[in-house]
């Protein structure tokens, strides 16, 4: 059955590294989300996209924090330099409106050392 | 100050009980969506509401957009009902979530 995934399931890193996470949005869905889930802060927007443009990514710290759709198959998020508080959980979710449901990916645990 | 609260942010039922997780926010939306995250981390979306009422097997739930507030329900609970329940609403562009609240039903 069609889901969201996700790559990598985790990533440790030190301090200083890119990072990029990568999400396989549901074949058709022209919506993908990019979330940050910590314990302090719990969920968080970061970025959406609709056919690949970005509506809205003020959820996202610009000055490290990068958010694209190559193509409609691929969404990436990239970090660089990371730091230690960007230690979280990040989620993709797709969807397609008008229902707008959202399905989400496993998540991507980062640790950032 | 929090667009949105959900109250309670814990509870415990037994098997079988009726449950009610509610929803307060302070904006103006577009949607509400009632989300679960299981124990291992996986969210899954239950319901995008604008108006009304929506019921799901055993879920319902209900918005009333002139008081600002959603609730969820859980007919005849059972455990694998345990989760956290996250409520999230929509203005414009912008989502605003709840700090969820944590189901846990004992058999």
């Known amino acids: 059955d069609a889901r969201v995934t996700q790559t990598p399931r985790h990533k440790v890193t030190e301090m200083g590294q890119e990072v990029t996470m990568r999400c396989q949005p549901i074949?058709?869905?022209?919506?993908v989300f990019w979330y940050r889930q910590t314990m302090m802060q719990g969920l968080e927007l970061l970025a959406y996209f609709r056919n690949r443009a970005p509506l809205d990514d003020s959820g996202m710290p610009k000055d490290r924090f990068s958010a694209e759709m190559p193509d409609a198959t691929l969404a990436t998020l990239k970090i660089q330099p990371s730091e230690p508080r960007d230690s979280a959980v990040y989620f993709c979710?797709?969807?397609?409106?008008?229902?707008?449901?959202?399905?989400f990916g496993p998540g991507t645990r980062l640790t950032v050392l | 100050k929090n667009e949105v609260e959900q109250s309670p942010q814990n509870l415990t039922a037994q098997e079988g009980e009726f449950i009610t997780i509610n929803c307060s926010y302070s904006v103006g939306i577009s949607a509400l969506h009632w989300l679960q995250q299981h124990p291992g981390g996986g969210i899954v979306s239950l319901f995008m509401?604008?108006?009304g009422k929506k019921k799901h097997g055993r879920l319902i739930a209900t918005i009333n957009i002139q008081e600002k507030h959603s609730s969820l329900h859980i007919t005849a609970s059972h455990p694998r009902d345990s989760a956290v329940y996250i409520c999230?609403?929509?203005?414009?562009?912008?989502?605003?979530f709840g700090t969820g609240t944590s189901l846990t039903v004992i058999p």
């Open positions: 979710a797709s969807g397609s409106p008008p229902v707008d449901t959202q399905y």
């Open positions: 999230a609403v929509r203005t414009g562009n912008q989502f605003y």
């Open positions: 509401l604008s108006s």
């Open positions: 074949l058709g869905h022209n919506t």
